[in-house]
Structures are given as structure tokens and as C-alpha cells.
């Protein structure tokens, strides 16, 4: 899917021209009330188009009042026009998923105990409850927990990945997902979605924009903008009497153009632009919100829980080296080693055959016609070949030395304690009933991880590790991986203890998770990444879902969620600042004539009045429009600390609106006294 999400979701001219026609429907009073700042600026807008219509009726000069309308309108429109264009490209992440919602015939299940008994029907008249028969080329018609059976089955359709998984019953494999396809063998699968509310329906409601719910940041900016464009209301209707004391009240379409450029239209005009984009940033990375909530909370995340198996280490444990003991060469160990594994398929047993071929050069030959195969069983904790040249043996340390019938020498068992004491795995290796040695087998940490544990310490944010390991295994591959603490032998009261001690001191908890057991944990967590490959329980209690099933993508989900507080942050800052500098644009256009010295603020030394009032009303719209990238893409984030963060953004961003509208309305002023409208 993500493929087809990221061509989709890319700015190209059919998307532009739906999200023109939807900037104009959005023009409308009854929508555009929620947001408090551009509903004023309509408003303004239309009392501005009614005063130029009248003064060109009656004769009066009318090109001036017409222009600053124009510009209300146009700043207007590009406000609308962001918030488009950000549901244009989840309406086109949404359309490429519909094509993967397709309405199936299902073989429902008469009874249960019996699979020969099955009524055709159609998936949509399916209901909770529900057993279907789902065999080898049927798809999957909604989603469900598989009770019975076990199948490869291809996701394509929701993950993007062509490699089928399998699913089975009573693991925490179990959930599927309507749409998809079984490749072989079969299931019964229990229906737990009603018709429309599947997770498809779901995703396509979500990156649609039509189930987002404003976040708590987003509704308390808004209050804060609607408080600033109610002080600047009544400081410009104030300003009507000061002037009329002095018997020049300025023009209502000046008064509109100097209210308009004051109140903060620039991130009112964003604001949901930016809230939408944060989600369309998460399905990009192949992740589910189930709502703006769940992404803002991770942006202000600051403990992390991460499994241990397959998300800090590679989940499989690797030979790591051959310890000979006295009187044997580590190349004797290696071949022995070597030897013994040759039909041991395991992770383990694949990863000593490459070591031999990586330390001393040795290629694993075939299987030899003849040899005898030991079997690794609980009882013996065994392995190995039976060859014409000897026998070959791996396993257990203190079960091989048992089998051998001798004691281990004193070298050996102090590197079998030390590989222990590392959280590794020792096995010893014997040939022809000779001890020759040890591997060490090691739970192997991912590469980088260790420095994106240290980028998430610089966030502020604490890592722990958590794992079903003995305190011993588990101390030291958190000091190798570089996490701040760890939780051996975990049990889900445990997660769900840690997770809660973490919230009553006011931290916001972050965790991944799979398994029916992880379910509590991923409910009380602040946000709680479910894998999708994970149990239907799992996906259910958290708030967003991993299409991918990559739980160290929960770092890059709490890295997408600061992005979105600090781009939110940094245009509100932009915002802000840069209305200074149409103070020194509009105010002494309004009073120069009344107060002569106020020509000494019209520092930009702009041409006229007119001028000056325009220039600033088409600086405030142009500048919506220059920033919608930005808002779309998200501000780039740095792993710093919060103090150096703030002192970034202030530079860039508050420096840079101070400026920019200077060098802008200045440009601007220049223009119209060329093409002669000054």
C-alpha cells in the first residue's frame, strides 16, 4: 500500500484542480464559522464587496475598495484552499484503498462443528459472530479473528507487502483483515466487524479527514486566536472614534484591510492544513491513527517501552565465536561446529554455518548420502551428524559434557559463565566423543540502535526495554542497546504497572505491542502501536495500528508527532511576528494625514497610502499560500533538547516573520507603482 499511497498522495494537477473546487465550497458561512479567524475575514470581505459595489452605483471611485476586497477574498480562499488540498491527498490515499474494498461472497458456516455445511453470502450481510469458511484463493470478506485452521494469506491490499504471512488460530497471529487474500490451505474465521465499520472503513474515514476530531492543542490555539481577533475587533472600532475626534475617521475599507492583516490569519488559515497533514505523514509510514489525538500525544511523549525480541535485537540468536579448550584450535571448533549444524535448519544452527565461512574461509558442503541425522529433543538438549569420517555433536554445555562422559576444563567453564553473565547462550562442541570447544550464541542488537537511543535521550524521552528474559540476559543487552532501564521476566502486570507508575508521576507513556497480553498495556498507554499482523484484541486497544508490524517504527511515530507540535508552534510564532510589520505598512497610511510626524514609522518609505494599505492586504494573503508546503511537509526536526529547540524556532521563524514581511509588502509597494495602481 504505501507505494500506492505515496504516488497518490502527491501534489500533482488533478488533485490541485479538486482541491480548487473544494476550496470554493468551503466559502461557505455555515462550514467556515469553526474557524473563528477566516469566518471574520469573510465576513469582512463581504461588507468590503457590498461598499464597492454601491460606490461604483452611485458613480464614486470604487477601484481602491474593489481592490482590497479582492485580496479579502483571495485570503480567504487560500486559507480554504490548505485545508483542501491536505483532504485532497487523504481523499487520494482513501481512493487507492477502496479499490482494495471489494464486496466478496463468504461461505458461512451452518455449524459449527462441521465444514462441509456452508451457505453462500454476501460479506455485507455478515454479521458479529458470524463463522465463515475461507479456503485457498478466496478472500477474506471481513475482518476477523481465525478460530480454526491455519493459511498463508497475502496482504498486499492493506500492507503493500507482496510476501504472504500466516495466519492461525489461538496465537497472536490470529487477526485478518477483510479484503485480503488466502494463497493456500484454510481457515474459519469468526466475523468481529459489522458491514461499514471494518478496518478498512475505517481507514478510509480517517485519512479521509471526515473522523478527524480537533486535538486539544488545536482547540486551545483556536480559543487563543479567537481571543486575539476579538481584542483587535474592538482596537480598530476604538480607533474609529480616536480619528473622528480629529474630524478624519478613516474609510470602512481601510479599517477592514487593518483588521484583516492584524488578527492572525496566516496560522488561522493552517491550522488545519497542518492537523490533517500529521496524519497523512503517519499513513505515509504505513501507520493508523485512530484520531489527531493519538499523534499529538506522541509528539509529547517522554517514556518509550520497547520489546526486546525483534525490535531491539534481531529477534534470533547469532553465532558470535568458537572458544576452543586446551589442546584444540578455534578452526577445529569452527568444522566441528560446522559439521554438527549442517542439517539443523534453525536461525541458530544457519548463523554458525556463516560464521565458519566469515572467521576461517569454510564452505558448508551438501548433506553427505548416508549421514545420519541427531535430532535436537528436549531430553537429550542434543544435535549433531553421524558422518564416515565421525560424529559431530552440539548442544547444552552440561548435557554434552555428561554425554561425553568426562569433566569440562577449567578454561571452558569459565567462558561458558562469562557468555551467561553477557546474556548470551553457550554451546558446547564435540567430536567423536572429544570436547572440543564452546559457541557463543548471542540475541544480536539491531544496528544504529544504540545512537537512536541516544537521539531519543537528547528528546527528553526515557527508553525501557522490556522482555520475558531472566534480570541477567536482559541487564546486559540494555546496556549494549543503550536503553535507560529494562523490565525482566515481564508479565502483562508488569507493563501495565510500569505504564501506570510512569502516568501518576506526569509522564506520557508510549508502547508497541502484538499479543492478546500486551492489550492492557497497549489500552493504558498514551500511545499504544498495535502491529497489524497482531491479535484483533491488540489492534483494538491501541490507538494506532502498524500496517508494516515494525515496532521500533514507534520511534519514528513519536518523531511525526513532534514534527506536528513544532510545525504548529513555529507558524503560530510566524504568524504572530510578522504582523509587526504591518503596523509600520498600515498605521501611518491611515493617520499620516492627521498626524503628519507618524511618516516617520513608514519606514519601508512605501509610495502611498493606497499602496501601503494594499501592498500589506496582498502580502497577508500571498503569504497562506507561500507557507501551505511547509504546513503540508512539516517543519524539520532536530534531536535537541526543548531550550535549544525554542532558541531555533525564535530565530528562524520568529526572526524570519519579523523580516520577511518587510522585505514582502516592500516588493509589493514596488510592483504597483510600476504597473501604476499606486
Known amino acids: 500500500m ?115 455445511l456452508f451457505q453462500p453470502r454476501a460479506s455485507t450481510e455478515l454479521r458479529v459472530g458470524d463463522l465463515v469458511l475461507v479456503e485457498a484463493g478466496d478472500l477474506i470478506p471481513s475482518d476477523g479473528e481465525v478460530v480454526e485452521g491455519i493459511a498463508s494469506v497475502n496482504e498486499a491490499a492493506v500492507t503493500g507487502e507482496s510476501a504472504p504471512v500466516i495466519r492461525e488460530s489461538g496465537g497472536d497471529r490470529s487477526a485478518v483483515t477483510g479484503g485480503t487474500l488466502v494463497v493456500s490451505d484454510w481457515i474459519v474465521v469468526r466475523i468481529t466487524a459489522a458491514a461499514g465499520s471494518t478496518f478498512l472503513d475505517r481507514m478510509i474515514s ?110 534470533n540468536r547469532q553465532a558470535a565465536c568458537f572458544i576452543p579448550v586446551p589442546g584444540a584450535t578455534e578452526r577445529e571448533v569452527a568444522e566441528a561446529a560446522m559439521l554438527s549444524s549442517l542439517a539443523d535448519e534453525t536461525p541458530e544452527g544457519r548463523s554458525i554455518l556463516a560464521l565458519a565461512r566469515e572467521r576461517h574461509a569454510m564452505e558448508a558442503p551438501a548433506l553427505p548420502d548416508g549421514a545420519q541425522v541427531i535430532p535436537f529433543t528436549a531430553q537429550t538438549r542434543i544435535s549433531g551428524l553421524d558422518l564416515v569420517q565421525g560424529s559431530y555433536r552440539k548442544g547444552a554445555v552440561d548435557a554434552l559434557v555428561k554425554s561425553v562422559g568426562g569433566q569440562a576444563p577449567a578454561e571452558l567453564r569459565a567462558a561458558v559463565d562469562r557468555i551467561a553473565r553477557a546474556g548470551g ?169 492627521s498626524y503628519p510626524e507618524l511618516g516617520a514609522l513608514n519606514i519601508m518609505a512605501l509610495a502611498s497610502p493606497e499602496s501601503a494599505i494594499l501592498s500589506a492586504v496582498i502580502f497577508n494573503a500571498l503569504i497562506i499560500v507561500a507557507l501551505v508546503p511547509l504546513a503540508l511537509r512539516g517543519v524539520r526536526y532536530v534531536p535537541v533538547g526543548a531550550a535549544a529547540l525554542l532558541r531555533r524556532n525564535l530565530l528562524i521563524y520568529g526572526l524570519g516573520g519579523l523580516l520577511a514581511p518587510f522585505i514582502g509588502i516592500k516588493i509589493i509597494d514596488l510592483i504597483l507603482v510600476l504597473l501604476g495602481l499606486a
Open 206 to 315: 480517517l485519512v479521509e479527514g471526515a473522523a478527524r476530531q480537533k486535538t486539544p492543542n488545536e482547540i486551545a490555539l483556536d480559543i487563543l486566536l479567537a481571543g486575539m481577533t476579538i481584542i483587535f475587533l474592538i482596537a480598530v472600532a476604538t480607533l474609529v472614534g480616536l480619528a473622528s475626534w480629529n474630524g478624519q475617521p478613516p474609510s470602512v475599507p481601510v479599517l477592514a484591510a487593518l483588521l484583516v492583516t492584524l488578527i492572525p490569519t496566516t496560522i488561522g488559515g493552517l491550522l488545519s492544513a497542518i492537523g490533517i497533514a500529521g496524519m497523512d505523514r503517519l499513513v505515509r509510514f504505513n501507520v493508523l491513527a485512530t484520531s489527531g489525538r493519538a499523534v499529538e500525544a506522541a509528539g509529547d511523549v517522554d517514556v518509550l517501552l520497547l520489546d526486546k525480541t525483534g525490535t531491539i535485537t534481531l529477534g
Open 425 to 593: 547462550t553457550p554451546l558446547a562442541v564435540a567430536r567423536n566423543g572429544q570436547l572440543l570447544g564452546a559457541i557463543e550464541l548471542k540475541d544480536i542488537v539491531k544496528t544504529g540502535m544504540r545512537a537512536r537511543f541516544d537521539a531519543l535521550r537528547t528528546m527528553g524521552i526515557r527508553t525501557v526495554m522490556v522482555t520475558g528474559d531472566n534480570r541477567l540476559t536482559a541487564a546486559a543487552i540494555a546496556a549494549e542497546a543503550g536503553v535507560d532501564d529494562f523490565i525482566a521476566e515481564a508479565t502483562p502486570e508488569d507493563k501495565l504497572a510500569y505504564i501506570r507508575k510512569a502516568q501518576a508521576e506526569g509522564r506520557l507513556v508510549a508502547m508497541a505491542g502484538d499479543g492478546t497480553n500486551d492489550a492492557p498495556a497497549l489500552a493504558q498507554a498514551d500511545v499504544g502501536l498495535a502491529m497489524q499482523t497482531g491479535t484483533q484484541a491488540a489492534r483494538e486497544a491501541g490507538n494506532m495500528v502498524d500496517l508494516d508490524s515494525d515496532p521500533t517504527k514507534l520511534i519514528e511515530v513519536v518523531e511525526i508527532g513532534k514534527q506536528l507540535l513544532i510545525t504548529r508552534g513555529a507558524l503560530t510564532t510566524f504568524s504572530i511576528a510578522n504582523d509587526v510589520a504591518k503596523y509600520f505598512a498600515i498605521l501611518p497610511a491611515i493617520f499620516v494625514a
Open 2 to 116: 504505501s507505494t500506492t499511497i505515496r504516488r497518490a498522495a502527491m501534489l500533482n494537477r488533478a488533485l490541485l484542480l479538486r482541491a480548487s473546487l473544494d476550496a470554493l465550497r468551503k466559502l461557505d458561512p455555515r462550514r467556515l464559522v469553526r474557524n473563528p479567524v477566516i469566518f471574520v475575514t469573510e465576513i469582512v470581505a463581504i461588507l468590503v464587496t457590498v461598499l464597492a459595489a454601491r460606490a461604483l452605483a452611485v458613480g464614486q471611485d470604487w477601484t481602491f475598495q474593489a481592490g482590497i476586497a479582492l485580496w479579502l477574498w483571495l485570503t480567504v480562499l487560500f486559507a480554504t484552499f490548505a485545508e483542501a488540498v491536505a483532504e485532497g491527498r487523504g481523499r487520494a490515499q482513501a481512493d487507492s484503498l477502496r479499490r482494495a474494498r471489494t464486496d466478496t461472497r463468504a461461505k458461512l458456516l451452518l455449524r459449527a462443528d462441521d465444514r462441509s
